[in-house]
Structures are given as C-alpha cells and as structure tokens.
C-alpha cells in the first residue's frame, strides 16, 4: 500500500499506475485502484469522475519521467542507428526498473499500435530533426527508407516480447 502521508490525489495516481500496469486499462475497475489507493470509490470519484480522466494523469506521470530523455535521443547529434540504439537502450532500462510496464505497453499496443505516438505528439515532441535527419541519411544510401509512425510501435512491441521470452 502507498504510504499516507502522500495527498490523496497522488496517492491514487500511483495505486491507479500499479493496477493499470498488472490488468491493463480495459481489465481495471474503480473499485480496484480504490483498494489498491486505500479509499473509497466515493472518494475516488471525488478526485476523478472516470477511469478515462485517472489513466489520462498516469499517462502523463509516466510521460514526465519519458519524454525529457525522448527529447535528448531526438536531438542528439549522432546518426539515426545510433539514436536507435540510445532508444532500445532507455526503453531497456526503463522496462528494467518498471517490470510491469512491458505487459501494459503490449497489452495497450495490441489495443491500439498507435497510442504511443499520439502520446508523444500531446506532449509537443518535436520529431521534426529526426525526420529531416531520416530523409537525409535515406538520400545518402546510409539506411532504408520507414515511416517512423509505423516502426516505433513496432519496436517497442517486438522489445517487449523478447522481454517476456528471454525471461529478464
């Protein structure tokens, strides 16, 4: 359970985090982060009308841990295989200290591939420099032409498979 010195609000962020994790979105009832959160469904409906409303403030808790080191990759000033590599490595990292994020990243995957790039775009992530950097190095032989749209989801999912099948 979370501490209760924590204010309520956060503290059923972080319960509704844990729950969203272990079920996914679509298998997680109110009445479950409300016990996971130690409060009443009354109470947690004072704090958040629905389950939309609360995975919204997970999404961006977990987007404010993300994003800044996201922004970094973008904007480094290596070659697009390098900023690949950078990103394998922090999603590596990440789903190492956050075990239950890789099931809920491939649970909300095969619910929709797309969602984790319209998450970016909320958040105004400027993949603008990648993308001229894309066509650059596609023009100079030096890679095969992707859409990133469509590859990211794709990575991140087969980098969550090969999570649970190597057992890490």
Same mark, same amino acid.
């Given at each position: ?7 309520p609000?956060?503290?059923?962020i972080?319960?509704?985090? @844990? ?9 997680t ?11 009443? /469904?009354?109470?947690l409906?004072y704090? *958040? %009308?629905?389950?939309?409303? &609360? !995975? ?8 404010? @841990? ?8 973008? =904007?480094?000033?290596? +070659?697009v &295989?390098?900023?690949?590599?950078? !990103? ?9 200290? =956050?075990?239950?994020? +890789?099931?809920?990243? !491939?649970?909300?995957?095969? @619910?929709?591939? #797309?969602?984790?790039? @319209?998450?970016? =775009?909320? /958040? =105004?992530?400027?993949f603008? %420099? ?5 066509? %650059?190095?596609?023009?100079?032989? #030096?890679i095969?032409? *992707?859409?990133?749209?469509? /590859?990211? +989801? ?7 498979? !090969?999570? *649970?099948?190597?057992?890490?």
């Amino acid at each position: 359970m979370i501490s209760e010195n924590i204010d309520p609000e956060t503290r059923i962020i972080e319960a509704a985090n @844990r729950v969203f994790l272990k079920y996914g979105v679509d298998d997680t009832t109110m009445s479950q982060i409300a016990d996971e959160a130690d409060i009443s /469904r009354t109470s947690l409906h004072y704090y *958040f %009308k629905n389950k939309a409303h &609360l !995975f919204q403030k997970v999404l961006e808790s977990i987007q404010d @841990r993300v994003i800044p080191t996201l922004s970094e990759i973008i =904007n480094a000033d290596v +070659p697009v &295989l390098s900023k690949i590599e950078m !990103f394998v490595n922090e999603y590596i990292d990440l789903i190492m200290s =956050n075990p239950m994020i +890789p099931g809920f990243l !491939f649970m909300e995957m095969q @619910r929709d591939a #797309k969602w984790i790039i @319209r998450l970016l =775009n909320v /958040r =105004n992530l400027n993949f603008d %420099k990648l993308k001229i950097q894309l066509e %650059k190095e596609v023009a100079e032989g #030096k890679i095969n032409p *992707f859409k990133l749209e469509e /590859r990211m +989801p794709n990575w991140c999912c087969s980098m969550t498979r !090969f999570y *649970f099948e190597e057992g890490l």
